[in-house]
């Protein structure tokens, strides 16, 4: 059974960069032709895709934050991060790491983590 | 860039059926599929390429897709169904959610 594990500060000060890594345990991350991606949740909103990175290693991110993100994979640790620069207010939110399963328009999140709550506040 | 519409809420009686649209230009000629969301807790798919269920889902979870409106319907309703639920699809290598539907079981 996969499971995913979010970690990060819990608290980030505006204009910084946030860290966010997913552990996955249950299988290799680097194995079966999977991707891995971030969601964010707003309090008391919706799901936002931030973007995945292929089992290829290519990257893909939502074009609202394209040029704050950056998705990387660390097989060593069977990791994979998160890091949004330049953060504001609006990045408060819940990050989950999720699995996807598929590829181009069969993509779906099968696995999700339990989520962690990161605030941008001085 | 691509959008995916849901009404905001749903309300449904017990043992009736509920069912949530999405709604997108050409939706149809694309995969959607379906997660709910109960309080506090992550997403869980309930509906993926379409139709298909994954191991553990109820069979009273199911879905289409046609047109420009996918449709996940919840046949004899439960209260333990009440949740929100989101429909997501793929579009130029984006993934993209609805905003969302909270179901009510009352």
């Known amino acids: 059974q996969v499971q995913l594990q979010e970690s990060g500060p819990g608290l980030v000060k505006p204009s910084q960069t946030l860290s966010l890594t997913c552990t996955v345990s249950g299988g290799s991350i680097s194995s079966g032709g999977y991707s891995w991606s971030w969601v964010r949740q707003h309090p008391g909103k919706g799901l936002e895709w931030i973007g995945y990175i292929y089992y290829s290693g290519s990257t893909y991110y939502n074009p609202s934050l394209k040029s704050r993100v950056t998705i990387s994979v660390d097989t060593s640790k069977n990791q994979f991060s998160l890091k949004v620069s330049s953060v504001t207010a609006a990045d408060t939110a819940v990050y989950y790491c999720?699995?996807?399963?598929?590829?181009?328009?069969?993509?779906?999140?099968?696995?999700w983590g339990q989520g962690t709550l990161l605030t941008v506040s001085s | 860039s691509y959008e995916l519409t849901q009404p905001p809420s749903v309300s449904v009686s017990p043992g009736q059926t509920a069912s949530i649209t999405c709604s997108g230009d050409k939706l149809g000629d694309k995969y959607a599929c379906w997660y709910q969301q109960k309080p506090g807790q992550s997403p869980v798919v309930v509906i993926y390429?379409?139709?298909k269920r994954p191991s553990g889902i109820p069979e009273r979870f199911s879905g289409s897709n046609s047109g420009n409106t996918a449709t996940l319907t919840i046949s004899g309703t439960q209260a333990m169904d009440e949740a929100d639920y989101y429909c997501q699809a793929w579009d130029s290598s984006t993934v993209v959610f609805g905003g969302g539907t909270k179901l009510t079981v009352l």
């Open positions: 999720a699995r996807v399963n598929g590829s181009a328009y069969e993509i779906y999140f099968d696995y």
């Open positions: 390429q379409d139709t």
